[in-house]
């Protein structure tokens, strides 16, 4: 049972540096989310995709772009890696319906120096 | 933007309590309601969920929703050391997103 696996677990970047933070899942779930958890914070919502092909822009997109070519990849993409994106970032999936958990990834570990 | 507001704790309750643990959410379309723990480092997990009014229980945890006031809360009977963890609440809108509370950290005494 993988469930959501994210890769990677942890990550230093240089300010200005470019990473992708790879999410999939096996579940044949249609909807997928990224979020942002800072410390001793909530969990932000930064994009979501109800189905390959649609994304949308949740609470705090900006510094980052995602693509949803298939069902089960969601990866996240950082083009000019600055300090405030140090965080842990999770990637999460669901079902669809409104009483269907999110069921969430191990987490990335991101520090930018 | 939607909010879901979280007492902010932390909360220290001794075994064998009660802990009671609260949350206020801005978005009268929300749908459904779901407690989540997170052990540090590790990922949120589900509690339970709940999506009508008046009470639902799951073993030591009853989650209870009001609508109207907008506020939902979950007890955790008999609290045990192993249930010291934050605890997040989150709010699904009528877009299928789930939006989180800033959580509160709860620690039970031995």
């Known amino acids: 049972n993988a469930g959501v696996t994210q890769t990677p677990k942890f990550r230093i970047l240089k300010i200005g540096q470019s990473m992708t933070l790879q999410c999939t899942q096996d579940m044949n779930h249609n909807y997928m989310y990224w979020y942002r958890q800072d410390p001793g914070m909530g969990l932000k919502l930064i994009y979501y995709?109800?189905?390959?092909?649609?994304?949308d822009k949740g609470e705090v997109p900006n510094g980052y772009n995602v693509s949803r070519s298939t069902t089960e990849d969601f990866p996240l993409r950082l083009e000019l890696a600055a300090p405030s994106q140090t965080s842990v970032y999770f990637c999460a999936s669901n079902r669809g319906s409104r009483n269907t958990e999110a069921f969430f990834g191990q987490g990335t570990r991101l520090t930018v120096v | 933007q939607k909010e879901v507001e979280q007492n902010s704790g932390p909360l220290s309750v001794p075994e064998g309590a009660i802990a009671s643990l609260n949350c206020t959410y801005s978005d009268r379309g929300s749908q459904s309601f779901f407690w989540y723990r997170q052990y540090s480092g590790k990922s949120p997990e589900l509690i339970m969920f709940i999506y009508s009014n008046g009470d639902k229980e799951d073993g030591r945890f009853t989650a209870q929703l009001n609508k109207a006031s907008q506020y939902v809360s979950l007890l955790i009977r008999d609290s045990q050391p192993s249930d010291s963890a934050t605890y997040l609440c989150?709010?699904?809108?009528?877009?299928?997103?789930?939006?989180f509370g800033t959580g509160t950290r709860l620690t039970v005494i031995p």
């Open positions: 989150a709010v699904k809108t009528g877009a299928n997103n789930l939006f």
């Open positions: 995709s109800v189905g390959a092909g649609i994304t």
